[in-house]
């Protein structure tokens, strides 16, 4: 009698702990992507800007502050 209520408590624990141990790691994996994607989207936006800005042609300075 004893092991079988062991059994059942262990095999009832066992499952509650994976169930929730399932919706812990979704909800962290749903995190993480949002994250990375946020991540992405910004580091294209600044190397494009960096990219843009490489692509100026450099200013001539003014002979006046050359002098100076």
Known sequence: MIRSRL???TLGFSVTAASISQF???DLWTDRYALKSDMKHKF?????RV???ESLPPENPNPAQVEG
């Open 7 to 9: 059994l059942w408590f």
């Open 24 to 26: 812990i790691y979704k």
């Open 44 to 48: 294209d936006a600044l190397e494009t």
């Open 51 to 53: 990219s843009n800005l």
